[in-house]
Structure formats: structure tokens, C-alpha cells
């Protein structure tokens, strides 16, 4: 039987949550995750907040926001 470490590296949680390492350290930025420094100074998370914030958060782009390849109409 498998355990899941408490805690997780950025590449670690986001590869458990599914997401992009960038959205992880985004929500270490905005306050969403909290981390810890590691004794080689990255960041870790623990496991159970990063499956907790993940749950919480919606995907995809907010209502109302044009992609890149848009075209407008005239």
C-alpha cells in the first residue's frame, strides 16, 4: 500500500493536483498554499493543503476574458 508524503516539492504537488508547477507557486504567491523552505531551500508543501486548495479553485480561464488567438469581429 502506497502513502502519500506530507510533504511535497512544488514539481511533486503539482504532478498530485495536476496542474502546472506555476499554478502552485501562484498560489504560494497569493497566500492561497502556505510553504516551507526545504533544508536546500525549495519550497514544500504539504500534501493535504495543496489537495485542499486545488479542490477549491476553478479551472480554466475567468468569464469575460479573451484568449490570445481571438479574433474580433467587426
Avoid: C, F, Q
Avoid at 7 to 12: D, Q
Avoid at 35 to 64: F, I
Wanted: charged residues 25%; positive net charge.
Amino acid at each position: 500500500m502506497s502513502t502519500m508524503k506530507p510533504w511535497l516539492t512544488v514539481a511533486e504537488a503539482a504532478v498530485l493536483v495536476k496542474r502546472h508547477p506555476r499554478k502552485v507557486y501562484a498560489w504560494i504567491e497569493n497566500g492561497t498554499l502556505k510553504a516551507r523552505r526545504s533544508a536546500d531551500g525549495k519550497y514544500e508543501v504539504s500534501s493535504t493543503d495543496a489537495l485542499r486548495v486545488e479542490s477549491v479553485t476553478k479551472r480554466g480561464r475567468p468569464a469575460g476574458t479573451a484568449s490570445h488567438n481571438s479574433s474580433s469581429i467587426e
